[in-house]
């Protein structure tokens, strides 16, 4: 089929014709009511009562002094219409999708375009350390509050907000005080990026910020030149959280920085700053605030359990090969959930050195570096705290971190491995054998760890259909190319530095010795050496080498769960307990990047009804609908015979089903060859 068939342009807004019998009760309370749902929803805005807030609605970018939010205006967008809803999303204000579907004006009080009743549009103000540098106000350029929504009583199993409420943003509404040289709007590729991201890590069990829809629009602006060099449409995300206060909001008060010589917009008021911390312990932190009664202890149990939760959203992230690609200190919620997601990837090939933002030339933001920055962010963040917190308890609190870190992340890699009856101290070195080998082999991150539950315990083996060397196989399908591991293996380091390197190598061993013992000169070295080896072999003699590893790896691991059944009666249902397990900790699909990109290229084509499958698909990430496969958009290789779709349409309401054609992938595949050319920042 040709492109043009294949694409369903969106037409003008309308009223939607209710459909359906929860559309008719909706207009029915409507009609009795003289209100939709969305004008219903109960806002009671405790942030602007209890922080300052700067009333000016001067136009343009300006500094702001004393304040911790500004009043806006958002700019409407030109006929704002629906990409996508999250339900689940929007169940936290009370919210169904029929209802925000069925408003009128759905899309434009979800996008800023409308006000809603009782919101009070605002900017936050915040500062940040940017790639290590102190880079003085940043602030919402793009984002605006909306106000707090009083929480949904539900018996639905997702978490609460500890305050009872939940703050509602849209992202790309227009300009702020904050927004510098930018226009504060969003494209439609980085909405789509953020809005399928948070409700995937939401649908892993990973803390994050959620979003509640996506709004595209007629309003076009010019972005990145290397990405399609067209105009692209205005689109705002409506951003769902306790609260958005991040580590960067307690840095406005910091002193001039010694090396860039910038300050915080509010440095030296104290007073505000301990305004601040009052109000976020006591609204998010309650059972601090109770437990305490004296104020450096009370802060003290603050910045630890802000640490706690820190160390084990970073050990999550390394679970399922998470890597957020500007970590940011303004990037870093106060509360330990995943917030802005702007470039960010999951691992297809495992690789420490994996990173997901191209801008990063300096790969300050690795995958391995990921707790490191962590910990560094938690001392910016505690700088920020002043007087508030004591620097020596700052210091001792700040060193649980690492080990913090380290036992929240073997607890999650037991249990990927199913290794939950009993812990070993030899566990730990498993698990870093088993990445090493995953390195080596460059073999897919998460469809590894999916295949391992395949692996039988040999307690067991006569009674089960399992076959190791048929896994082993599976595992060796998911492992790089000879070309793909050469081409991973190639220095990162400049090649005059390398130069210079190798040359003192020869002209003075000693100098060398030193130079080579610093990290990342010893990981440079190492790749060459890699390097080497992979050019001296063929793609035959790899696959034996890749075979080899994997067996002598599994061997171990095979032994390992005969001791999880040491003394059990039933060696089988402790086999089932733990592929249940690795199968409910191990996802089958997770948001990668040409997954990301396919639903944009459907998007920009007009068609949203890929954006909607694979939110439907990630929202179950642990189970594979085996006749669900990812029509590929046209000039990505073989394309799909039929279009089908799952899930909500959003322009009638109606439930579809379709067939997929045998030319698609399955969405838990590795990635295909274009996705090599995806380039992120």
């Known amino acids: 089929m040709t492109r043009g068939s294949r694409v369903s342009r969106n037409p003008p807004v309308q009223p939607r014709e209710a459909t359906g019998s929860v559309c008719a009760l909706v207009f029915t309370t409507m009609a009795q009511t003289g209100q939709t749902p969305l004008q219903r929803l ?26 911790c939010f500004s009043r806006v205006q958002p700019q409407p967008l030109l006929r ?66 909306l106000g707090e929504v009083e929480a949904a009583r539900s018996s639905d199993p997702q978490p609460r907000s500890p305050c009872g409420r939940w703050e509602v943003q849209v992202k790309g509404a227009g300009l702020t005080p904050y927004s510098r040289q930018s226009d504060g709007r969003k494209v439609l590729r980085s909405s789509i990026r953020e809005f399928l991201c948070s409700e995937a890590m939401f649908s892993l069990g990973i803390p994050t910020t959620r979003a509640g829809s996506l709004v595209t629009s007629d309003l076009f602006v010019k972005r990145d030149a290397f990405y399609s060099g067209k105009p692209e449409r205005c689109s705002v995300v409506l951003r769902i959280a306790p609260t958005f206060i991040r580590f960067g909001s307690f840095e406005i008060f910091n002193p001039a920085d010694d090396f860039t010589g910038r300050q915080g917009p509010s440095a030296g008021r104290h007073d505000i700053r301990a305004q601040l911390l009052d109000y976020v312990i006591e609204t998010f932190y309650p059972e601090i605030q109770a437990d305490h009664t004296d104020r450096k202890a009370r ?112 607890d999650n890699m037991r249990r990927k491995l199913g290794l939950v009856r009993r812990e070993e101290p030899e566990d ?7 990445l090493k080998v995953m390195h080596n082999t460059g073999a897919d991150f998460t469809n590894t760890f999916r295949l391992l539950s395949r692996v039988c315990c040999p307690l067991v083996e006569e009674n089960s259909e399992c076959d190791v060397g048929s896994v082993v196989n599976l595992i060796l399908e998911q ?134 499958r694979l939110l439907g698909v990630l929202e179950n990430p642990y189970c594979v609908q085996p006749d669900l496969k990812l029509p590929i958009c ?16 959003v322009e009638d309401g109606r439930e579809e089903q379709g067939t997929i054609g045998t030319g698609c992938l399955p969405y838990n595949s590795k990635p295909p060859e274009w996705a090599r050319e995806i380039c992120v920042t």
């Open 42 to 67: 109960s806002f009671n805005n405790v942030a602007l009562r209890r922080l300052p807030v700067d009333g000016s609605l001067e136009p343009g970018s300006r500094t702001v002094r004393a304040a």
């Open 80 to 145: 704002p219409r629906f990409v996508a809803v999250s339900p689940r999303a929007l169940a936290l204000l009370g919210l169904s999708a029929e209802d925000v579907l069925a408003d009128p004006r759905g899309a434009e009080y979800l996008s800023g375009s409308r006000v809603l009743p009782g919101s009070q549009p605002a900017a936050h103000c915040y500062c940040g350390h940017q790639f290590g540098v102190f880079a003085g106000q940043l602030g919402d350029g793009a984002v605006c509050y």
């Open 299 to 410: 802060n003290a149990a603050f910045f630890r359990e802000v640490t706690v939760r820190t160390a084990r959203l970073v050990a999550l992230w390394q679970s399922v090969g998470f890597c957020h690609g500007v970590l940011n200190t303004d990037n870093m919620s106060i509360l330990g959930l995943t917030i802005d997601y702007g470039p960010f990837g999951f691992m297809d090939r495992f690789d420490p050195e994996f990173v997901s933002n191209a801008s990063d030339k300096k790969r300050r933001y690795t995958f391995e570096a990921q707790p490191y920055v962590c910990r560094w962010n938690l001392a910016r963040l505690a700088e920020a705290l002043g007087t508030e917190l004591k620097g020596s308890t700052a210091g001792s609190i700040l060193d649980e971190f690492i080990p913090l870190y380290k036992s929240f992340y073997l």
């Open 428 to 434: 730990e070195e498993l698990v870093e054998d088993l």
């Open 479 to 612: 492992c790089a190319s000879l070309q793909e591991l050469k081409v991973a293996n190639h220095p990162t380091m400049e090649p005059c530095e390398l130069e210079m390197i190798l040359s003192m190598a020869e002209t003075s061993p000693g100098l060398f010795n030193m130079t080579a013992n610093r990290p990342e000169v010893a990981k440079q070295l190492e790749k060459i050496g890699r390097l080497k080896e992979l050019l001296e072999t063929n793609q035959e003699d790899l696959k034996l080498k890749q075979r080899d590893d994997w067996w002598i790896w599994i061997n171990r691991y095979r032994k390992r769960l005969t001791r999880e059944s040491d003394g059990v009666s039933d060696p089988t249902a402790v086999e089932e307990e733990r592929v249940r397990i690795m199968d409910s900790t191990n996802p089958a699909v997770v948001l990668r990047n040409y997954l990301a990109q396919n639903a944009i290229e459907w998007a920009e084509n007009g068609d949203f009804s890929e954006v909607q």
């Open 634 to 649: 046209p000039g990505k290789g073989a394309p799909c015979e039929t279009r089908g779709s799952t899930g909500l349409n």
